[in-house]
């Protein structure tokens, strides 16, 4: 499985972007890059996916490098509610085997 | 619809014992998994089910079994409890459509002593 690697902790302001990056080197051609966060004593919720190109939600960016090897979930300003942790994890949707890794996350903390 | 529901929200264990984590989801989906989370850490998958009557290992899946006799249900079985196993819980499922996103329970925490 191919793994992704985040930095453990960040920190933002409230109000500012945040860029939360996440490194997947090892990543397949099949690979969609799917984000998660988990607010405090809560299960992950989804956040936002994508393949090659940047995509937009209502809660968030996520920018995909042209080698695909590293992503960037963006959020445009962030409120005391992001505080979570973020999880960028790898679904093979071709083979779709339904095993899902996830890694350690980043904990985002949101200063007022 | 409830989504993905999980019994007990949370339970005291004694060493040895044995007990079954409760998941259920309403939502018709094929694939169900169990993660648990240790404090201060991330989900590491320990059973998943792509259907009923199919299961595979995951990560971490010593100490534990699972079965899936109905597409609804994924009970996690803790045989013999251990300290090592205390942690938080979650069960999720998705539908198998590709890229559809994981619903997780509300998890269950479980202390073994």
């Known amino acids: 499985d191919a793994k992704t690697t985040q930095p453990n902790s960040m920190e933002s302001n409230e109000e500012e972007p945040v860029h939360l990056p996440c490194n997947h080197s090892t990543i397949s051609g099949t690979d969609y890059i799917h984000w998660y966060r988990q607010l405090p004593s809560q299960g992950p919720e989804y956040v936002i996916h994508?393949?090659?190109s940047n995509v937009n939600n209502r809660m968030a960016s996520l920018a995909i490098a042209e080698d695909r090897k590293s992503s960037t979930l963006i959020l445009h300003r962030a409120t005391l509610r992001d505080a979570a942790v973020y999880y960028c994890?790898?679904?093979?949707?071709?083979?779709?085997?339904?095993?899902?890794?996830f890694g350690q996350g980043t904990t985002l903390q949101v200063k007022p | 619809n409830a989504g993905v529901t999980q019994t007990p929200k949370f339970r005291i264990l004694k060493i040895g014992q044995s007990m079954t984590l409760q998941c259920t989801q309403d939502?018709?989906?094929?694939?169900m998994y169990w993660y648990r989370q240790d404090p201060g850490m991330g989900l590491k998958l320990i059973y998943y089910s792509v259907g009923a009557g199919i299961t595979d290992k995951g990560e971490v899946p010593n100490g534990y079994n699972v079965s899936r006799s109905t597409t609804e249900d994924f009970p996690l079985r803790l045989e013999l409890a251990a300290p090592s196993q205390t942690s938080v819980y979650f069960c999720a499922s998705r539908d198998w459509v590709s890229n559809e996103k994981l619903f997780f329970g509300s998890g269950t925490q479980l202390s073994v002593l």
């Open positions: 994508g393949l090659t």
């Open positions: 994890i790898l679904r093979d949707e071709i083979s779709n085997t339904g095993k899902l890794i």
């Open positions: 939502m018709n989906h094929n694939y």
